[in-house]
């Protein structure tokens, strides 16, 4: 053993060797931050004169390799990954809008969207109303002088209405409003929002673009390049930063992202046929069905690409709810979407639980609404699974009231 006086720590003493080759696969690079040579080159990062990365929570290698690629997708330049498609949405709100501005949103949005709409924006002394986005005059109705901002969803969740994005891009430009949209629902597989006149775009990453419920992301993009540099002012300030860990993994999925895409989309419009064929189902909600109140815009928009997302409602409360997801014991149960699998959730005690009753029912969001995000598995399959699940739970219910308090 040598003598402890002679030794020498070899503690962040790593020199990298220099090789003429390179990894495949994208390296993850956990580290928070990065040295440089001297002052002058630090100044050179900073001020964008040179490329490179100084602490994590401003920007790290994997972040941008998985923005460069959704950016790619959606026609964007100099995106930013967030820690959550919410982080997403609090950098554009936070980073744009002033003291006594408006915002307008969509009516039917995802639950913690309108939480923050109508709780969180109100109480920062921000005014807030409400519209409905496939009724583009209604959003005109709504646009005050101090409006500055409108917030939709390509398709509402969970009740897949369709917004009529270019009358109300119309509407934004001459009132010289900002149009923000989320695409998490359609993805640019089917929709790219800026070429039909958003000015901002968001996703939750976690769902479609990653695909397997493993790593939860955001992303942000707008047209502009000055809201661009409020908007990553404000997430880098705020701490919205993104796990490199999450954005490897998204990256790893983003690879099989169209594969997964038309599987589960065209599981989805066969499972939607299905389920409208059996007994005790009274409605079912998909745009790529031709009842469906928004499917002419859906198809105009998609090119017939309607997503994955199913919802359906049968009769009764929550005893009918409980026992037809524990009928359903192969198919999870999980308040999210996206994932190669598929997932049943109950809006009403999940994404929406924070409206009244009164208000989830008048959004057809009753005790027997669910919604479901189709996988890849065989269609076969989910058929039965479904069929079988639907019946155990309607099996012994008499005709009951529908309403999210009552069985």
């Not at 029912?361 to 027997?368: C, H, I, P, V």
Request: charged share 25%; proline share 6%; glycine share 8%.
């Amino acid at each position: 053993m040598g003598n402890f006086e002679d030794s020498r720590s070899v503690v962040r003493r790593t020199r990298l060797a220099r090789s003429a080759s390179r990894p495949l696969v994208t390296p993850l690079e956990p580290s928070v931050v990065y040295t440089t040579e001297s002052p002058d080159e630090l100044d050179a990062i900073y001020e964008g004169r040179v490329p490179g990365h100084t602490y994590a929570r401003e920007g790290h290698p994997n972040a941008d390799v998985l923005a460069a690629k959704i950016d790619w997708l959606e026609g964007a330049e100099d995106g930013l990954l967030t820690g959550s498609g919410m982080a997403a949405l609090s950098a554009i709100l936070m980073g744009v809008l002033i003291e006594g501005d408006h915002v307008i949103g969509g009516n039917q949005l995802y639950g913690r969207s309108m939480r923050m709409l109508r709780q969180e924006l109100p109480r920062m002394g921000f005014g807030v109303s409400l519209a409905d986005p496939t009724d583009p005059q209604s959003i005109a109705d709504a646009i005050r002088p101090e409006t500055r901002m409108i917030v939709v969803e390509t398709v509402s969740n969970p009740t897949l209405r369709v917004a009529d994005i270019p009358a109300i891009a119309e509407i934004a430009a001459r009132e010289e409003v900002l149009l923000v949209v989320d695409n998490t629902f359609t993805t640019p597989r089917a929709f790219r929002p800026f070429e039909h006149g958003a000015d901002i775009l968001f996703h939750s990453v976690t769902k479609l673009l990653a695909g397997h419920s493993d790593a939860t992301l955001g992303y942000v993009a707008a047209r502009d390049p000055e809201l661009r540099g409020e908007i990553r002012d404000t997430a880098t300030t705020w701490g919205f930063t993104p796990s490199p860990y999450d954005c490897w993994l998204a990256e790893r999925g983003l690879h099989s992202f169209a594969l997964r895409y038309d599987r589960a989309q065209e599981n989805a419009a066969e499972l939607a046929e299905f389920l409208d064929s059996l007994d005790g189902v009274k409605e079912v909600i998909y745009p790529g069905l031709m009842r469906h109140p928004d499917h002419a815009r859906a198809n105009r928009l998609f090119a017939g690409m309607f997503g994955n997302i199913v919802s359906f409602r049968v009769p009764g409360g929550r005893e009918v709810a409980n026992r037809l997801v524990r009928a359903a014991g192969n198919i999870a149960f999980a308040p999210t979407l996206g994932d190669v699998a598929t997932t049943l959730s109950h809006p009403a005690s999940s994404s929406h639980r924070g409206l009244r009753p009164a208000e989830r029912d008048a959004l057809g969001m009753t005790e027997g609404f669910f919604r479901i995000s189709v996988g890849i598995e065989d269609i076969e399959l989910l058929k039965a699974e479904f069929e079988a699940a639907i019946g155990a739970a309607l099996s012994t219910e008499a005709p009951a009231q529908e309403s999210s308090g009552q069985d």
